[in-house]
């Protein structure tokens, strides 16, 4: 595998928010981290995409699969020096895999795909496309919520990754997530 796309072992519960733009993953994973006094990985996506558009007015392109990849697995491992127990991560390679197919008919950088087959994270949350979509410079799938709730639900089942479906409000969600970690350990 692409040494640069490994995890760092640890023996922290890794959480992965995963699910389609827009739908609340980064406020879970903030407030989660903040509710058990641990870290959480933003996306790297975004940051490189906004820098990218600001730059060149210009949105990802399948060269940017590899760099993102790399970014993502970096502050990923910055953040489980730091963690307490449990890592919230807003998304992770395979979200960057599901959008690289989605967007580029199928097509994905190889060493992501590999680097998802060697990466493991303990429990996942699905989150439903039942909150409101906002609008953002790099948020284009409006009228495709239910087609991308599809594909990262099919990525899961794919690998057979057991995961729960988050669904209602912040408060719903979190309250769901906190019981099922509580459980876990």
Same mark, same amino acid.
């Given at each position: 595998?692409?040494?640069?796309?490994?995890?760092?072992?640890?023996?922290?519960?890794?959480?992965?928010?995963?699910?389609?733009?827009?739908t609340g993953?980064?406020?879970?994973?903030?407030?989660?981290?903040?509710?058990?006094?641990?870290?959480?990985?933003?996306?790297?996506?975004?940051?490189?995409?906004?820098?990218?558009?600001?730059?060149?007015?210009?949105?990802?392109?399948?060269?940017?699969? @590899?760099?993102?990849?790399?970014?993502?697995?970096?502050?990923?491992?910055?953040?489980?020096?730091?963690?307490?127990?449990?890592?919230?991560?807003?998304?992770?390679?395979?979200?960057?895999?599901? =959008?690289?197919?989605?967007?580029?008919?199928?097509?994905?950088d190889e060493r992501?795909?590999?680097?998802?087959?060697?990466?493991? =994270?303990?429990? @996942?949350?699905?989150?439903?496309?039942?909150?409101?979509?906002?609008?953002?410079?790099?948020?284009?799938?409006?009228?495709?919520?239910?087609?991308?709730?599809?594909?990262?639900?099919?990525?899961?089942?794919?690998? @057979?990754?057991?995961?729960?479906?988050?669904?209602?409000?912040?408060?719903?969600?979190?309250?769901?997530?906190?019981?099922?970690?509580?459980? =876990?350990?």
């Open positions: 595998m692409e040494e640069n796309l490994k995890q760092l072992s640890s023996s922290l519960v890794k959480v992965v928010m995963f699910g389609p733009e827009s993953k980064t406020t879970l994973a903030k407030a989660l981290a903040e509710h058990y006094n641990t870290q959480w990985v933003p996306e790297y996506a975004r940051e490189y995409l906004e820098e990218k558009l600001k730059k060149t007015g210009e949105i990802c392109a399948p060269e940017d699969i @590899y760099p993102i990849a790399l970014g993502q697995i970096k502050l990923e491992n910055q953040a489980i020096k730091k963690a307490n127990k449990f890592l919230f991560c807003d998304t992770n390679l395979l979200s960057t895999q599901v =959008y690289a197919e989605a967007y580029f008919n199928g097509w994905c992501v795909i590999i680097a998802n087959t060697k990466n493991n =994270y303990d429990v @996942y949350f699905l989150t439903d496309i039942d909150v409101p979509w906002k609008e953002d410079a790099l948020r284009d799938k409006p009228n495709q919520r239910q087609e991308m709730l599809d594909k990262f639900k099919e990525a899961l089942q794919h690998r @057979y990754i057991t995961y729960t479906m988050l669904r209602g409000s912040n408060t719903t969600r979190m309250d769901c997530v906190i019981e099922q970690i509580n459980q =876990y350990v």
